[in-house]
């Protein structure tokens, strides 16, 4: 009976821990499956016939050896045999899988081996875990790395070329070389203002210029393609699926071998005038999302830089000789060239302007590092590479936070720069106020928390509708308020907006140091900060208020206020046409 009664917890033992693996097996969310030293697929559970495609009974008639990317068969064969041989007890291995629609799977598996008594393989057991959306992060945050080096690169190229014909090849060159693009190349349009000429070009494909038309004739059936469509309208253009889109059908043909997955076509600027494109073209189908997008645009803002200043070059040539001659013949000239002198002169102040751009582009440098810095810090912080201590956790975050603050910096500098040579074009589109309004507030909320202050956001804005660049208000909204939080000890922060006919007031009311009249005077200054033990503690470099007064005047069309005392608190206003007009009047 004793023998019989521990047989019988044997048995209820047995079933209990088979009942285990049963559950571990069917409802974990890591794919598990089981397989015959013939690489057969023995058992599979759920979650990877979800990840796979195939259902189990599909399974049973495949081996993995076919499912393999061809690529990445053999590298596993070796450890396969080294397992079953007993070389090795597991072995883990990164690989890709193809699923049942054609796609690719990026997997982490882990694999071990079921043995007998006389340590023969009885089945092989593995873990394959799905690690497809960390593979593509990490290769867009590669790619990004690339635009940002090829940015670089080029900026160099502007400050070391003086004259077109170097430096638009070696941009084509950078952002193949460096950027991961297929080919690049710069169009310039004609005299007559008909056509688009190619000048420059790098990369797989440039035979694919060779006699190409692109004509800018309102008749022409290519004119709504992707680089008339930017010159005309002077706005880029993405082509997110080369081959399949409608823009594109007249050189799909002839672009087929080349296996372009899309473009980008981006307008060029010289004296305010567009004088031609720069064209991308990647590899991938929907490569140019919004990061890369914002890259891309900078890069194309820095070439109508580079042809300015090359025009600037020539222009001050000349007016150096002109100047020469007054010089020979003062005496007999200086009446008739009085008016002349004067508009060299005006000329000349253009120059001044190549201050603050050679300010931009050495701002560049600064924050093509640092973004590769916050990108791989932020994929150390998700733990994209392996797990971290809370220490090491709470010091990196103080890097990332670090970071971004430098990068706020470098990035109001480049942006003043750009206001004070007329390099940032506006970009107004229809937004709901109060969104924008409710972001500025949640974006600030947690440093108005830490100092115990109260961040109020009024209901006032609700309905209106404005028709603004909205990422450059939302810029000065979050300068205000952020300055609201520094000076302000106690109470609160309070943000609001009034429509009067068609103006919209926004006003940030705080109850901070406040201001006095001499004060006030110096407030919109650059590099201006009131002096206060509120200050001191804050620090700053004084850009803000003045960069957000120039976007507001020079930008955004509108103006801003202040109502202030000094130890009662400060009111900025901000006063914007609710829908903004463009040079020709229209809104």
């Known amino acids: 009976h004793e023998r019989a009664r521990e047989l019988s917890t044997t048995i209820m033992d047995l079933r209990q821990s088979e009942q285990r693996f049963h559950n571990f097996f069917e409802l974990g969310h890591t794919g598990m499956a089981i397989t015959s030293l013939e690489m057969g697929w023995l058992n599979v559970n759920p979650r990877l016939c979800e990840m796979f495609g195939y259902s189990r009974d599909e399974f049973a008639g495949m081996s993995w050896a076919e499912m393999t990317h061809p690529d990445d068969l053999e590298p596993e064969l070796v450890r396969f045999r080294q397992l079953v041989a007993g070389e090795i007890d597991y072995y883990s291995i990164e690989k890709r899988f193809i699923h049942k629609n054609g796609g690719i799977i990026h997997a982490f598996l882990i694999v071990s081996c079921l043995r007998r008594q006389d340590r023969s393989v009885e089945y092989v057991l593995a873990t394959i875990e799905d690690i497809s959306e960390r593979k593509l992060a990490q290769a867009k945050l590669q790619q990004l790395t690339q635009l940002y080096a090829a940015l670089g690169e080029s900026n160099h190229a502007i400050m070391r070329n003086s004259s077109e014909a170097e430096l638009l090849p070696i941009i ?51 004119v709504g393609g992707p680089t008339a469509t930017s010159i005309r309208e002077g706005r880029p253009f993405w082509t997110q699926d080369f081959q399949h889109d409608p823009a594109t059908a007249p ?26 494109c720069i064209g991308l073209y990647s590899g991938e189908v929907n490569a140019f999302d919004e990061p890369m997008r914002e890259l891309l645009v900078e890069m194309a803002s820095d070439i109508s830089f580079a042809l300015d200043n090359h025009e600037n070059m ?22 008739a ?11 000349l102040k253009d120059l001044d302007r190549l201050k603050s751009m050679f300010i931009a582009s050495m701002s560049h440098e600064l924050r093509t590092p640092m973004n590769s810095i916050l990108g791989f810090t932020d994929l150390i912080l998700h733990g994209h590479s392996g797990e971290i201590n809370e220490m090491q956790r709470d010091q990196l975050q103080r890097v990332y936070s670090s970071g971004k603050h430098l990068l706020l910096l470098i990035s109001d500098i480049i942006d003043l720069s750009k206001v004070e040579a007329n390099k940032i074009a506006i970009m107004p589109s229809d937004f709901d106020l109060q969104e924008l309004l409710d972001e500025v507030v949640q974006a600030n909320r947690v440093i108005a928390v830490r100092k115990e202050l109260g961040l109020i956001l009024a209901q006032s804005g609700k309905g209106i509708v404005m028709h603004t660049d909205r990422q450059r208000l939302m810029q000065c909204m979050l300068n205000l308020v952020s300055n609201a939080i520094k ?3 106690t109470g609160s922060v309070r943000v609001s907006a009034q429509l009067k006919d068609e103006t919209v007031d926004i006003a940030v009311q705080d109850s901070g140091i406040g201001l006095s009249r001499e004060e006030q005077t110096r407030l919109f200054q650059p590099f201006e900060r009131i002096d206060s033990e509120l200050s001191i503690k804050a620090g700053g470099t004084g850009l803000g208020l003045y960069l957000t007064k120039k976007l507001v005047t020079e930008l955004l069309g509108g103006s801003i206020t202040v109502d202030s005392q000094s130890g009662e608190g ?3 206003t901000l006063h914007l046409p609710r829908c903004i007009k463009d040079k020709g009047g229209k809104v």
């Not at 043909?253 to 031609?276: D, M, Q, T």
């Not at 060239?337 to 000329?347: I, K, Y």
Request: with cysteine; hydrophobic share 35%.
């Open 314 to 335: 020539v222009e001050r040539k000349q007016i150096e000789r002109e100047l020469q001659l007054h010089r020979e013949h003062l005496e007999d000239l200086v009446d």
């Open 172 to 222: 084509c060159r950078n952002a193949v070389k460096l950027g991961g693009m297929k080919m690049a190349w710069v169009g310039m349009v004609d005299a007559a203002g008909r056509s688009v000429r190619p000048v420059a070009c790098y990369g797989t494909g440039t035979e694919y210029l060779d006699g190409i038309d692109i004509s800018l004739d309102p008749d022409s059936p290519t």
């Open 570 to 572: 400060s009111c900025f």
């Open 487 to 489: 000076y302000s000890k």
């Open 251 to 276: 050189w799909q043909e002839r672009a087929a071998k080349y296996n372009w997955g899309a473009s980008a076509s981006l307008p060029l600027y010289r004296k305010g005038a567009i004088v031609g």
């Open 337 to 347: 060239r009085t008016h002349e002198l004067a508009d060299a002169n005006a000329r």
